[in-house]
């Protein structure tokens, strides 16, 4: 893995620096005359975040307000708010009220939405993004995790592993969350019980092992009073590990490294003609590239070398994975947005067809007759055909043949494209390899899923397929655009929208796509 | 191995996406500025995104015309620094009518001068996505809030119907009559905010930094007088003192604190050993219970 360069550096005869600080190296702070940042404000090394995930009654809002009491930066007035406020349990504070949101779910005493807190230790900013935990908010669940780098499960160690737990497993997985801590809290209700807790972290293991997960630990806690929360428990010496912060602190910090393909989905194109500059506009969403280096557009299997890595602070000679910048071509091969820029070697697969398991997030069911859109990192799609295969039984973890889906289901299905979009697998490249399904008349996003297959050959040649070609669009409905490469974006928009409309009549339809035209 | 890089590099590039993202998938959007830190922050990570084009969208600034004077000048200023196509939007009516911070509920006062205009404003105008630089960490409602917060027709925000967001995938696509608010800053803390202001070397509002000023102490709270329009009640004497403001709006209802804090280093070395979270100061959050969860679904930002 090649450094991050921090310092200034000569490139073409100019001189280009690259605006990553770099936290841990001090020697490279700006000039004398500057504020001493280290001092006054340093900057955490690097953001971890953690979901939430177990019911009320599991005590997880106390659990993590505990941890925001114990280990952190709390406000004067929010401490004092819980003060005054209700005790519970034996005169503690009610630290649940740091976590609980929403006036209605106050009064209704469960969390029915994600919600997200912050907080620093001395080295490291933590996203807690709190999600329900009960059975009919799979969905919230679901989406909560796909932000996470690490999921506490937290269980009562009365009642140990339950439905629940396992359900919850199934989902962290299927979003792509790699590491996991079972929490078992309430250690205090079974009298500290050594045994119990190892009965419990085996049923774990057995139960956890068949996942790809990195790591999964166990911790034994109870959190109203702090035991292994952010304090070591004096009332179970026999646990030799760390508390659940020391252990959320030693975990690795989001996107520290570049990991798999470079991809880049193109956001938008900005222009400056003062300087004739035309950049590519996105974040890299994996791996990384350099000055210099070829490049290929998936779509148009076009390819052009990497002129300048531009932003605001300077021109950079590498880019990584997490960066937002804008990148110049040498030669101009009309991307637009959506695209999805690779490595010759390592491209994604120009996909006409997609397998997917997807999380219904929608209470409208699925519908065989539904206009549906995907959209993937910056691409949207309209679906020619949306099947569902089967459904995950989360609890036995087997998949049932089915053709319907609803709210809080995850299914197996095969999406058809309406015209091929640049795509990974899931596992491949996490960022390419997801999409929101996207109801076409109401915007809503109806699932969230990931693909397991991602396939250039259309589906089974289907004779009533209605091919509207580009042609046919250029000759009336997209005879205002220019020639302007701006007016790709839009000649797409109305292509994808009349797609959707004879798609609602029962025509099958097709839109010939870029990559059928050009050379 | 490469060394971990920092949680500012991570939000802002972060915030650049969104900015992107919207910027591509909305017809007409507008940046809400209110000229307070947030709003400085945002608009420079505004100009990142799309450097070295100019701004791809206007800004918008409610104007109440309670706002401090310091505040307009900076606001003027920085459109022409950056060359911002600005919008400045004020109820008329309700200016007509006299409805002001201190004869008025501050309920009332914010719904006519601030709600309501920004509606007006986002109406007249049709813009269909209106950046804004609420963060998760200011308020428990908002902690629940997405980075594309959807309003139904009317601009009202139902937390129901809010669209689940997953990995970095945003959707933009609208239904009828729908817009929305984008929150680029979404997963800033107050902290930050500070931190990358002296990070990025970016100019605030004078008014972040203690000076003498003219102040009346009421209900434990200093105001400033910045006007005359601010009446003095019996009992009450404007004294000088040296104090300095967290947070900025209209300054009837903005309480100063008293600080020795005089330069951008010292602000935040005092704000990052801050132990008053900022709305304190925010007197319209203390109305009464869930107030800005009450406020947002009546179309406050």
Not at chain 1, 231 to 253: I, K
Not at chain 1, 472 to 482: K, V
Request: some cysteine.
């Amino acid at each position: 893995m090649s450094a991050q360069p921090n310092t200034l550096q000569k490139s073409k005869g100019k001189e280009t620096k690259v605006p990553l600080k770099v936290v841990s190296d001090q020697t490279s702070a700006p000039s004398s005359q500057a504020p001493d940042l280290e001092k006054i404000a340093p900057e955490l090394s690097g953001m971890l975040r953690v979901l939430t995930c177990g019911s009320v009654d599991d005590g997880k809002s106390t659990l993590i307000g505990r941890l925001l009491w114990d280990a952190t930066d709390l406000y004067d007035d929010q401490r004092e708010t819980l003060r005054r406020g209700k005790t519970v349990d034996g005169g503690n504070p009610d630290f649940s009220l740091l976590m609980d949101g929403l006036v209605a779910e106050r009064e209704q005493g469960i969390t029915i939405d994600i919600a997200w807190r912050y907080f620093d230790t001395q080295h490291r900013r933590f996203v807690v993004i709190d999600s329900p935990g009960h059975e009919q908010y799979t969905r919230n669940m679901a989406s909560g995790a796909s932000h996470a780098d690490v999921a506490i499960l937290l269980i009562d160690a009365r009642h140990g592993i339950k439905k629940q737990t396992r359900r919850h497993v199934a989902i962290l997985d299927l979003v792509g969350v790699k590491r996991v801590i079972l929490v078992v809290n309430k250690m205090d209700l079974v009298d500290w019980s050594e045994s119990a807790f190892r009965k419990i972290e085996a049923d774990f293991e057995t139960f956890s092992w068949r996942f790809g997960f990195w790591e999964a630990k166990a911790i034994p806690t109870a959190a109203v009073s702090g035991d292994n929360v952010a304090r070591a428990s004096e009332n179970m010496p026999w646990y030799p590990g760390p508390t659940l912060l020391e252990h959320l602190e030693s975990l690795p910090s989001r996107v520290t490294e570049p990991t798999g393909p470079f991809r880049f989905p193109v956001q938008t194109v900005l222009r400056d003609s003062r300087n004739d500059f035309r950049g590519l506009a996105g974040t890299v969403s994996g791996g990384s590239v350099r000055v210099g280096e070829t490049i290929v557009d998936a779509l148009s299997k076009r390819s052009a070398k990497v002129l300048r890595i531009a932003t605001m602070d300077g021109d950079l000679e590498q880019a990584a994975q997490g960066q937002a910048v804008s990148i110049q071509l040498d030669t101009d091969i009309d991307v637009a947005r959506g695209a999805v820029l690779s490595k010759a070697d390592t491209r994604p697969v120009t996909a006409r067809v997609v397998e997917a398991r997807m999380v219904w997030l929608s209470e409208t069911p699925y519908d065989p007759r539904g206009s549906y859109l995907l959209r993937t990192a910056t691409d949207l799609t309209p679906v020619s055909s949306l099947k569902i295969r089967a459904l995950l039984d989360l609890e036995s973890l087997e998949t049932h043949p089915a053709d319907a889906c609803g709210t809080n289901d995850i299914a197996l299905g095969d999406i058809a494209l309406g015209r091929p979009a640049a795509i990974d697998t899931f596992a491949d490249a996490p960022e390419t390899g997801s999409f929101m399904l996207v109801d076409a008349i109401t915007g809503a996003s109806v699932a969230g899923g990931v693909v397991t297959v991602a396939n250039p050959e259309a589906a089974e040649a289907d004779e009533t397929t209605f091919v509207l070609t580009r042609a046919m669009l250029e000759r009336g409905l997209n005879a205002d655009l220019s020639d302007q490469p701006q007016s790709e974006a839009e000649f797409r928009r109305r292509a994808n929208e009349v797609a959707l409309i004879l798609r609602a009549a029962g025509i099958n339809v097709e839109i010939e796509s870029a990559a059928d035209y050009s050379i | 191995m490469t060394q971990p890089i920092s949680h500012l590099d991570l939000l802002e590039a972060e915030s650049i996406h969104i900015f992107r993202e919207a910027a591509a998938q909305f017809r007409k959007p507008v940046l809400l500025y209110s000229i307070g830190k947030d709003s400085t922050v945002l608009l420079h990570l505004a100009r990142k995104a799309f450097w070295p084009a100019k701004l791809p969208f206007p800004v918008l600034h409610i104007d109440t015309g309670w706002k401090f004077r310091d505040m307009i000048a900076f606001r003027d200023k920085t459109a022409r620094d950056f060359d911002l196509d600005l919008i400045v939007h004020t109820n008329e009516d309700g200016a007509q009518k006299g409805i002001n911070p201190v004869d008025y509920a501050p309920s009332v006062y914010t719904d006519v001068m601030k709600t309501v205009p920004l509606k007006q404003a986002l109406d007249k105008y049709a813009f269909d996505a209106a950046f804004g630089g609420a963060r998760r960490d200011e308020e428990a409602s908002r902690a629940k809030e997405r980075v594309f917060s959807f309003r139904a027709e009317g601009h009202r925000w139902d937390p129901r119907r809010q669209r689940p967001e997953m990995w970095r995938l945003l959707n933009g696509r609208l239904g009828a009559g729908e817009t929305v608010r984008v929150f680029p800053l979404s997963n800033w803390t107050e902290r930050d905010v500070w931190r990358y202001i002296l990070r990025e070397k970016l100019d605030v509002v004078p008014l972040y930094f203690a000076a003498e000023r003219p102040t009346i102490l009421r209900n434990g709270q200093l105001l400033m007088r910045d006007d005359d329009r601010l009446p003095v009640k019996p009992g009450e004497e404007v004294v000088t003192r040296r104090v300095r403001f967290r947070t900025l709006g209209c300054y009837p209802l903005t309480a100063a604190v008293e600080s020795d804090a005089a330069d951008i280093e010292s602000v935040v070395a005092e704000t990052l050993g801050a132990r008053t979270s900022e709305r304190q100061g925010r007197l319209i959050d203390h109305d009464q219970a869930g107030a800005m969860e009450k406020k947002k679904q009546e179309g406050y930002f």
